[in-house]
């Protein structure tokens, strides 16, 4: 990696001081400035010309970086380009830059083109933190689970900002060295509809998130075509790109053509055409990852109090990780050992029995959110995260000790819009990377994911000798198809009827 002269970083901290970024985060503003010249040497942009902006958030976006983070990258680059063209001399200071040209004045306009969530608010989300100010990023990150992901924006031809960016595809325009594509029409109808019809079939948030970045994708594929020209041909040259030159999964290729054939029929109205020569990859069959008991036992015994008990219940009940994170205390019925699994995939219910086991745990479990509620209502707590618009009907329900969530958060969540206190249940990478320290610390070479334990839930019960139908309910599955990937896990075996030898008809 390319390393900032020593001199620039003397002067990029001094800057940062009297900018009053605070001292905790003025470590993060240095690493993004060592990342965008390693960026610029690399893609062979100008490192102090506020055009090499734009693909380096594009390149931030397609590593998946939160939001918060693209925009504190953004923030510290727009600190050094005050830098360069504030001082003669600075290293690279007027490369790449037009005659005239002042990065003084540059970084709100290269941030706002590059991150239009610095300084605006995005979609409703509240983001707006500012160039130049204090940066105090949301507690636990939590702004990559309440807040729409933020989208590329181009510039169309009415002047107006859109969605979808070309430098999602830096690496495909990499023989233009840098010089930026221009859009075409504004595509931001087509977002605003492709919204509304998700939010019109209650589809889930990581559908809508998912859809939209692959409608921002094939936007810069077109280069903003206008909408009632796209045709077959377009999805056709689309799919082709994702699996020759970006050499995509299969998996992969398939949900962008289900993002796109939604697209054409419920935003443009039209069918697609022949879609018939289309290449769709085929998944090769996948033989889930089954645990044995005594894995799952030596697991367990690695993680610390409660993500043990969320383990406990994937394995326990069968749950995916979302449902299980998403259970609130009145999911739990303890009389009857029942749990109840609301919204679970495909927005459908579902009970499952509880594991004795692990009744003590669950007891405990409440008793430690009925104490943290107690301390959070002390502390002007707004309650927790609600769903749908329940909480217009029943005011005081995030209030209320039944609503609250079985695996409250760790910290508080500032909701800038309302300047509310709110709690979210625990994050889902917590779970992931504390059980992928826990297998590696217990020794096991499988590859273990949460999913692994409904996997080893369900061929436990094939084992045990619970009919097919039986497992079926208990997982979800709208196909039992999707359930008769569990024979390929176990042995086979063939039961017969005890007959006496003397009943056999022997052969003559």
């Not at 540059?106 to 500012?130: E, F, H, L, N």
Request: aromatic share 10%; charged share 25%; net charge positive.
């Amino acid at each position: 990696m390319i390393t900032v002269p020593p001199d620039l970083q003397v002067g990029f901290q001094a800057l940062l001081a009297r900018k009053n970024i605070p001292e905790k985060y003025r470590s993060h503003y240095s690493r993004w400035l060592r990342y965008y010249w390693d960026f610029c040497h690399k893609y062979d942009y100008p490192v102090s010309s506020n055009h090499s902006l734009v693909p380096f958030i594009g390149k931030l976006r397609e590593k998946q970086q939160a939001a918060f983070q693209i925009e504190q990258a953004a923030d510290a680059i727009g600190t050094y380009y005050e830098l360069a063209g504030g001082a003669k001399g600075a290293p690279g200071a007027g490369r790449g830059t037009a005659e005239g040209e002042s990065l003084a004045g540059a970084p709100q306009k290269a941030i706002s083109k590059s991150c239009p969530s610095v300084g605006k608010t995005v979609d409703g989300a509240g983001v707006t933190p500012r160039p130049g100010a204090t940066y105090d990023p949301p507690a636990s990150g939590r702004l990559a689970v309440h807040a729409p992901a933020v989208r590329a924006y181009g510039t169309g031809t009415d002047g107006v900002r859109q969605p979808g960016g070309d430098h999602q595809f830096t690496e495909r325009a990499g023989a233009e060295k840098g010089e930026r594509r221009k859009t075409g029409a504004n595509w931001q109808s087509a977002f605003d509809a492709l919204d509304a019809e998700i939010k019109l079939r209650h589809y889930s948030r990581k559908t809508l998130k998912s859809y939209s970045g692959w409608l921002g994708q094939f936007q810069a594929f077109t280069r903003s075509k206008p909408l009632d020209s796209l045709s077959d041909t377009d999805i056709k040259g689309f799919l082709t790109y994702l699996a020759v030159q970006r050499n995509v999964a299969a998996a992969t290729q398939n949900l962008a053509f289900n993002a796109l054939l939604f697209f054409y029929r419920h935003v443009l109205k039209k069918e697609p055409g022949d879609l018939k020569n289309i290449a769709r990859a085929k998944r090769k069959p996948y033989i889930p990852v089954v645990l044995a008991r005594h894995e799952i036992d030596q697991i367990i015994s690695q993680l610390a109090p409660p993500l043990d008990l969320v383990v406990m219940l994937l394995y326990g009940c069968g749950l995916r990780l979302f449902e299980c994170l998403n259970l609130r205390l009145n999911n739990f019925n303890l009389d009857a050992l029942i749990l109840t699994v609301h919204d679970g995939k495909g927005k459908k219910d579902r009970t499952v029995p509880m594991p004795e086991t692990a009744l003590s745990r669950i007891r405990g479990q409440m008793e430690y959110v009925r104490a943290l509620h107690g301390q959070d209502l002390k502390a002007g707590y707004d309650g927790a995260f609600m769903f749908g618009s329940i909480e217009k009907k029943f005011k005081n329900a995030a209030k209320e000790l039944a609503w609250q969530w079985f695996f409250p958060g760790f910290s508080m969540t500032h909701v800038p819009q309302t300047g509310e206190k709110r709690r979210y249940h625990i994050h889902e990478r917590h779970v992931q990377k504390a059980i992928k320290a826990a297998v590696r610390d217990a020794g096991l070479f499988k590859r273990v994911t949460s999913h692994s334990f409904r996997h080893s839930y369900a061929t436990h019960l094939l084992q045990a000798n619970y009919d097919i139908r039986t497992i079926q309910d208990l997982l979800g599955h709208s196909d039992i198809r999707t359930t008769m990937i569990y024979t390929h896990t176990i042995k086979s075996r063939t039961f017969k009827e005890t007959k006496s030898p003397l009943d056999f008809q022997l052969s003559e």
